[in-house]
């Protein structure tokens, strides 16, 4: 079984539709992040987390929440999605007691907001 | 604020071909660096990485080194194969959160 699994993988919503992608992990990690990536833009943060009453902001948060049901859950919000948050998703995990705390993606869940 | 540039793909090569992705940073400190590869449908999972000037950090044929004097980690392989066809991401570490660059696609062909 994957270590970071994210569900769903693919969805289709509409303009001003609330939606919840959901991450899971299951390697003890404490620290939990969520990316957007866009073609020709690479990577950036939306929120990240370093426990579970830990939450801040990334690059990008505008128009997302998030919530940390427990340390091996961290879900992503959109409260109102609107077409320009059409992206592939990630998740992805961390150990700070790590040696260079290597992050740990799950698969990614494909949004199209039409 | 910290920043990565990577040069832009995609990088068409054939097989047995000898690689290089150029990625320089802007960072206050001293960064970790790290590359990252994406292969097609996935996530990213971690390539190699190195913390300080100097080291070199090595997998699956793959070598980057850390210099400070130019700011730069570029990533090179000898000779590729059709399966690296990938998009590959440099990225640093400066506080507790990652920053990446754009991707790099590489396509090999036969």
């Known amino acids: 079984d994957a270590d970071v699994t994210q569900t769903p993988r693919n969805r289709i919503t509409k303009t001003g539709k609330r939606i919840m992608l959901e991450c899971s992990q299951t390697k003890g990690h404490d620290r939990m992040y969520w990316y957007r990536q866009d073609p020709g833009l690479g990577l950036r943060l939306i929120y990240y987390?370093?426990?579970?009453?830990?939450?801040n902001k990334g690059e990008i948060s505008d128009g997302y929440s998030v919530s940390r049901q427990a340390q091996a859950k961290f879900s992503l919000s959109l409260e109102s999605a609107i077409p320009n948050q059409t992206a592939l998703y990630f998740c992805?995990?961390?150990?700070?007691?790590?040696?260079?705390?290597?992050?740990?993606f799950g698969p990614g869940t494909r949004l199209l907001v039409l | 604020g910290d920043s990565v540039t990577q040069m832009e793909g995609p990088v068409t090569l054939s097989e047995e071909a000898f690689l290089t992705i150029n990625c320089t940073y802007t960072a206050t400190g001293y960064p970790s660096l790290f590359w990252y590869v994406q292969y097609p449908g996935e996530g990213l999972q971690l390539l190699l990485k190195a913390t300080k000037a100097d080291d070199k950090g090595s997998n699956k044929g793959f070598e980057a080194t850390y210099r400070k004097e130019t700011t730069s980690f570029h990533l090179e392989k000898g000779s590729v194969q059709v399966s690296d066809s990938a998009v590959y991401f440099c990225a640093l570490r400066e506080d507790s959160t990652l920053t990446f660059g754009k991707g790099t696609m590489l396509l090999v062909s036969p």
């Open positions: 992805a995990t961390s150990d700070p007691r790590t040696y260079q705390e290597t992050q740990y």
């Open positions: 987390s370093f426990d579970v009453k830990d939450i």
